[in-house]
């Protein structure tokens, strides 16, 4: 009977797997951001949680039961030193998991494993653009869209702070999802990446209020494009449908005047004549008896 047999086999052997939650536990550690199916995501994330506490001890059994299961041995004072200093207000959580659809061929379910409050933390990045756009709709409905593209969004740090100050519940100018998501990806961040944090705000406000300008102008220089290649296009249509009279001419055409006057009935040099042609006896037209 299966009693106490946790967590997946993966269709592996236990030295084969081992080796291969190994493999993206380092990788893991090493680009701080890896995509892999779902089930290997979340064991993945058990391991490297435990790399992670073994960093924070900072002793050296610690060392040397992370050095034993990293492959790469550079990866060991990463975890001791930068991994360790990140998360020491941490008390644990240490990697997220974002669903990545399905894998084409299999259809796998597939997932972006990364650590919080990394450089390529995907959290931090949607929290700001949501940030943005909740504190921009907010300005909007008591400031002219005109006035807030030449001034800007002022005050964007004062009303972050402010916004976090808030109890739950409370009504203000983020929504309570963006709000609860500031407070979680802030909560352990040191005072540079808050400060990162409000310039993005601010830049995501800057694209947002930009976009229908830029928008309107490249509206105005396609119309403007379009009207240009119409004009250009009638012109060309107006050259093709004229047709020359007789006694008219266009610029470098040779000819004598004569010819000219005569226009199409003119005799050209090459052109036979029609007594120079030769009928072809009974079969260019069909035999009757008025032929005969």
Known sequence: MKHGV????FSRTSSHRMLMLRNLVSSLIQHEQIKTTLPKARDTARLAEKIITLGKKGSHPAWQKAAGF???PTLTPKVFN???TRYAARPGGYTRIHKFGTRPGDNAPHAVLELVD???DVKFEMTARATGWDVLAARLKSTAPRALVKAGVPAVGATLARERALPEGTP???RARTRWNVNKVLRYRAPADVAAFER????HMDTLLARPVAVKALRERAEKEAAEAEQDQAYFRSIKDYKLKAGETVPGAAGS?????QGDLGWTPGRRERWFDRR????DRPLSWEHV
Do not use: D, H, M, S
Not at 6 to 9: G, L, N, P, T, V
């Open 82 to 84: 930068e991994l360790a």
């Open 200 to 203: 993005k705000v601010g830049e």
């Open 70 to 72: 990293l492959l790469l």
């Open 118 to 120: 990394g450089p390529r």
């Open 172 to 174: 203000g100018e983020l």
């Open 257 to 261: 005047a004569l010819r000219r006057a």
């Open 6 to 9: 946790a967590f997946r086999k």
């Open 280 to 283: 072809k006896l009974g079969i």
